[in-house]
């Protein structure tokens, strides 16, 4: 499938930062033009003309001017202001160099209801914006006084009957008062003037309140936004998409990542309309589909020579056998089951760097998908960077993408040379005694920690580059603070990623943000089919568990009515345990080591899919007792 791409757009007041800077963050994203917000516009201490310069500079276009409030259904002499301060706006917008003005359903308490007198006013009003070469559209809000749904707003329009009047949508207007979106296909598309889009979690409140404060870019929500646009796209719509979004993490982040999440998103959306609607093309050059993930290859953690002893022997301890070393670099491959772990420290490269700005950390995941290089493409269609490792000759080049923070996600599959990376790329070492295997079998979840406001961005990241979808979020809470946390999963559970949210730097997670200078892994859940066996086998390693309050096992006995044996089973390995109407979860955990880091092992029976969010606090309260004993056993040694 081929065609052209609809134009872009993005309200300035979805960007944080003054006009200038929210210029240059939509323009280096890649959009083709903007809304400009009047507040916006009147806050800027340049002229019209020098302000539809500066957008035409930054090679941008002007979409459409917005709002103009209150016009529809006055009576005098409020009708005769409205119509005089609709020809000052018009003027403004010759000077700016725009010729499309957004007029949003009355609020005005003078205003009066009925389609007919509404639509009279706007073909007056078209009448007058002829002779300017405006083009006006009317928009219904979902809280407008009389006029508050989509259906209504093009009755208007279709009466008004002059080609200088059409129609504008919204999403959130029509999606957030749960009217029917096939509505639209009724709709001719080229009286559709211009359509805006915004997703928004479901959240019981006052339709403006919720409007103003918790719109995000289309897929960070819980809105059927891909249905709205179909049904917008088979009335032939060939016109901009922009975003109007209003959100309060959005006003204080950083510009140009808002821009880049807003561009991928509408690209997204574009492309899944696109797939839906055979017949329909939005998108330009089909990029390739969603990546199916199928495992996750390796873990690449960066440290120096001491650190990268420790860690070894963690993973020793934790039955990991250290199984062959990289040919070229200084990087050990560490193997039990199917999870592969990489300790890389190496004096040069990415690795290096990443050591040098955030300490030991994980700096590179790789996933196993169904095609490599298409998983790259797709990346680099929706604005991500492709990174090209230096590989010496007979090593494998295998695709890689800078993720969200600066990590790397490297990309392998099995339809390809790629399915001989091991081999290829690594010379295994002398059979190791497997006694001290514990049983572990997969890569169960990653853990990655961020400040919350980064959040809908990595789940943006996740849900378009990759086939998988969110999770409904819940609240971790922590004595210093509260963690917002959220699962990113496909849909066999082979890759499974839960993003931990942290509000402050008081909490575990805040803390772990703090000593490595920005968002990471912060933990790894690892699979077994038999937590006691690994747990008797850990034992004999000498891994170091968490321990558990024993208050929590009385409690346990209590809330699922669990037997004595279970209970001490459980207890005597620090095993916490959930299970829900499908199956069980049991977990163990490491003790922490570096900036706050754990390993987490995990079962599940029957058909739990959950992470056992019930048992995060008893872990997060087990890990501030163990890091406030060695802070007083420091203490004592100073």
Not at 302 to 326: I, W, Y
Not at 458 to 484: C, E, I, N
Not at 629 to 636: G, M, V, W
Request: hydrophobic share 40%; aromatic share 8%; proline share 3%.
């Amino acid at each position: 499938m081929a065609g052209h791409r609809l134009k872009t757009s993005i309200a300035t007041v979805s960007v944080s930062g003054d006009f200038a800077e929210k210029l240059a963050a939509i323009s280096r994203a890649g959009f083709d033009g903007i809304e400009i917000f009047e507040q916006d516009f009147i806050a800027f201490d340049k002229s019209p003309e020098a302000v539809g310069q500066m957008v035409r500079d930054h090679g941008l276009e002007i979409m459409l001017f917005q709002p103009f409030r209150d016009f529809e259904g006055l009576p005098e002499p409020h009708r005769s202001r409205a119509f005089d301060r609709a020809e000052r706006k018009f003027d403004l917008m010759n000077a700016l160099g725009v010729d499309l003005l957004l007029v949003c359903s009355s609020l005005h308490p003078a205003s009066l209801g009925g389609i007919d007198r509404a639509a009279d006013d706007f073909a007056a009003l078209g009448e007058r914006a002829r002779k300017k070469g405006i083009r006006v559209g009317y928009e219904a809000l979902a809280w407008g006084r009389h006029i508050n749904d989509h259906r209504d707003a093009w009755e208007v329009v279709r009466r008004a009957d002059d080609e200088n009047i059409g129609l504008i949508v919204d999403s959130f207007h029509t999606l957030g008062r749960q009217l029917d979106p096939q509505s639209l296909r009724a709709v001719p598309g080229d009286k559709i003037f211009f359509v805006q889009l915004a997703d928004a979690p479901l959240i019981d409140m006052d339709l403006f309140y919720w409007s103003r404060h918790f719109r995000n870019m289309p897929g960070e929500g819980d809105l059927p936004v891909t249905d709205f646009m179909r049904a917008v796209a088979a009335t032939g719509y060939k016109g901009p998409l922009s975003l109007e979004i209003f959100n309060d993490q959005f006003r204080g982040g950083s510009p140009l990542m808002i821009a880049q999440d807003g561009l991928r998103s509408l690209l997204t959306l574009m492309d899944d309309v696109s797939r839906a609607e055979p017949d329909i093309c939005l998108s330009g050059p089909q990029m390739p589909p969603r990546a199916t993930g199928t495992a996750v290859e390796f873990i690449e953690f960066t440290a120096n020579d001491d650190e990268a002893a420790s860690l070894g022997q963690m993973l020793a301890s934790l039955g990991f056998a250290h199984k062959s070393r990289h040919v070229s670099k200084q990087v050990q491959h560490w193997q039990q089951g199917d999870i592969n772990i990489l300790i890389n420290s190496d004096e040069e490269g990415y690795a290096r760097s990443a050591y040098l700005a955030h300490g030991t950390c994980v700096c590179d995941i790789c996933f196993c998908v169904d095609d490599a290089r298409q998983a790259q493409k797709r990346a680099v269609m929706l604005g991500l960077e492709a990174v090209n490792i230096p590989q010496r000759d007979g090593e494998l080049a295998v695709p890689a993408i800078k993720a969200i923070g600066g990590g790397l996600i490297h990309f392998t599959d099995k339809i390809s040379e790629l399915a001989a990376v091991w081999e290829t790329d690594f010379t295994p070492l002398p059979e190791q005694n497997s006694e001290q295997a514990a049983g572990l079998t997969r890569i169960d979840h990653i853990a990655q920690t961020m400040k919350y406001d980064e959040m809908l961005t990595w789940t943006l990241f996740y849900t378009s580059v990759f086939d998988s979808h969110k999770v409904a979020m819940v609240d971790v809470v922590d004595p210093g603070g509260l963690v917002r946390s959220r699962a990113i999963e496909n849909n066999d559970g082979s890759m499974r990623i839960t993003l931990n949210g942290a509000e402050n730097q008081n909490t575990i997670a805040g803390r772990f943000i703090t000593q490595t200078a920005g968002s990471g892994v912060q933990h790894l859940a690892l699979n077994t089919d038999d937590i006691f066996a690994t747990a008797r086998q850990l034992q004999k390693n000498g891994f170091a568990s968490l321990t558990v309050s024993e208050n929590y096992y009385d409690d346990l006995a209590a809330r699922f009515g669990l037997d004595d044996d279970l209970i001490a089973r459980l207890k005597a390995c620090n095993i916490l345990y959930d299970q829900d109407e499908t199956g069980s979860f049991y977990q163990l955990y490491s003790q922490a080591w570096g900036a706050q880091m754990f390993f987490e092992i995990v079962q599940r029976t029957g058909g739990y899919n959950g992470y056992g969010a019930a048992n995060a606090p008893y872990r997060i309260s087990a890990q501030r007792r163990m890091m406030h004993s060695a802070q007083s056993a420091s203490h004592k040694k100073d």
